[in-house]
């Protein structure tokens, strides 16, 4: 008991300071790694927290609690805040005083459907026999936006195609865990075929704002990540609001299917950026952010590089462009979510009004727009409104880029007129069918596009032509399905994906993915059941995540009855009216 005639302290005094006590040490060490933050206070902005995370991540492998706690002092930010910024993120690996560190050597196995329906479950379980989990750790991870060429690992950040258990393990044994190469298209190249004429026309007044706005709206240019909106209109809402602005272009491509970004940053990223600066210039921004996936390791490099030369040149400000990464978080790709991961904190949607275009970056008015939404401004300008627009079939309009994988004989990402349809655009770009396998279904928009069945695979694939089918385009992921896949698994494989990302910040979400899932794995499917969670989770979700996470068990209990019977899933209507 405590001695209440005890002088020795004031009344109320605390003796020593709550919490863990910084190790001086862990402090030095950070700065030697970081930068000084007193020499240089920019250091310490909280948008820097993402990237510092990311250097200590590479540098070690792992995120010890005492660089945490080293890094809150860094940055002056509360240890809470460093703590559940590092937790959100999966490619982070948060490691307590009291855990053993990850092995030196991480193997991430894609489990998105189309690298599952190549063999991905079969080749994880492979690993994890072949190696000493004490010495390499098998982990299975979501798209890794190399879809055409399923199935897909990663050693470290090296990207293994077509990977086999054997193939991997030559990696792991080299010990080359850096991103492949990537041949890309240099400034000078890019230059000799007229690029960046239109930008510097821009800069130079011969071009004026009216004059793009009215080529944008001609040529029925959309936002290409998904949503679709208008270009022309939401660069016009941004440019009414008052200054200072930014522009940002989301390069977080995570929707399970989709790699046609990947593909064109890989092949022709001055052309992007020419888009991108000009996108900028049409709004009068500050400075321009780039938001690049972290699964895609390699464009890192890319794009620091055709930056630099940018610089060099003169046609881009030291600094303006802002380079970015993500850090495994699907939710990102939501456009208030992705202003969240920039500004250093976990990537959760926001309540809207207001929307980012009013009150975005730093709570400024900000432009959001896909990357092969700005790819496309240098060639509209170059080719003409007439010209994108005159493409299209079945009454449609423009150009559309399908990143098809599953079962066809050529995926890949494909050109293709709007409003194709699904078996033209097997039959003339894929090369049909793969070998043994008969189309029996397909997603149109990914993961959370819907599911169609092969019956309907005669209707135009282009925006406002799926819905009133229980579907949507997105971004063009097209995964085809053949009469050999198991229906149940495609399902809980996707509700999987759903329930692992998300951001956990609203309940139907959160609770009703999970949920979903598991209704699932019944033998028995109650269509009552799932149909009142999935109008939950579509009323009630802040976020397009938990809204768009049932439609595809919706297509299912709509169009594949039938399929699901013969796989052995009962699917009754039988109403109990209790709870789901």
Known sequence: MANNNDKSRPAGRKTAL???????????????????????????RRDRLIEHLHALQDG?????????????????????????????????????????????????????????????????????????????????????????????????????????????????????????????????????????????????GEVVLGTLLELLEQSGLRGLGGAGFPTFKKWRAVRAEPGPRFCVINADEGEPGTFKDRHYLETAPHQFLEGALVSAWAVGADALYLYLRDEYPGLHRVLREAIAELEQVGLATPGYIVLRRGAGAYICGEESALIESLEGKPGKPRHRPPFVAQKGLFDRPTLVNNVE???????????????????????????????????????????APAGITLQE?????????????????????????????????DIPLD???????????????????????????????????????????????????????????????????LTRLAQVMQDASICGLGQAAPNPVLGLLRDFRPALTQQGIIVTDAADGGPV
């Open 373 to 415: 939404t700005v790819y496309w401004i240098p060639r509209l300008w170059e080719k003409g409104a007439t010209w994108f627009a005159q493409q299209g079939r079945h009454g449609r309009s423009g150009l559309r880029s399908f990143s098809v994988s599953g079962r066809v004989k050529h995926p890949g990402v494909h050109l």
């Open 60 to 204: 070690r492998g792992y995120l010890a609690l005492a660089e945490l706690r080293a890094l809150a002092a860094y940055m002056n930010l509360p240890m809470a805040a460093v703590y559940e910024t590092a937790t959100f993120y999966a490619h982070f690996d948060v490691v307590h005083d009291d855990q053993t560190p990850p092995p030196e050597v991480t193997v991430r196995v894609c489990d998105s459907l189309s690298c599952q329906l190549a063999g991905a479950e079969a080749l994880q379980e492979a690993l994890n026999a072949r190696f000493d989990a004490n010495r390499v750790r098998v982990i299975r991870a979501p798209c890794m936006g190399r879809c055409d060429s399923a199935p897909v690992a990663e050693v470290g950040h090296h990207h293994v195609r077509y990977a086999t258990a054997e193939g991997i393990e030559a990696v792991v044994d080299v010990g080359h865990f850096h991103p492949e190469a990537i041949t890309w298209e240099r400034l000078g190249t890019y230059r000799k075929r007229g690029g960046f004429t239109l930008l510097k026309k821009c800069q130079q």
């Open 425 to 457: 655009l097997i039959d003339e770009y894929c090369g049909g069918m793969a070998e043994g396998h008969r189309l029996a279904a397909y997603l149109p928009g990914g993961a959370s596009g819907g599911i169609l069945p092969a019956s309907r695979a």
């Open 463 to 529: 925006f406002d032509t799926l819905q009133p089918h229980g579907a949507f385009i997105g971004s063009g992921a097209v995964i085809v399905l053949s009469e050999q896949d198991d229906l149940r698994a495609v399902a809980t494989n996707l509700l999987a994906f759903f329930a692992d990302e998300s951001c956990g910040q609203c309940t139907p979400c959160r609770v009703g993915s999970e949920k979903m899932h598991s209704l699932l794995a019944r033998d028995t499917w109650d269509v009552n059941a």
């Open 18 to 44: 709550k919490g863990r006590e910084l190790a001086p040490v862990a402090l030095a060490a950070l700065r030697s790694q970081l930068g000084d933050e007193r020499q240089h206070p920019d250091l310490r």
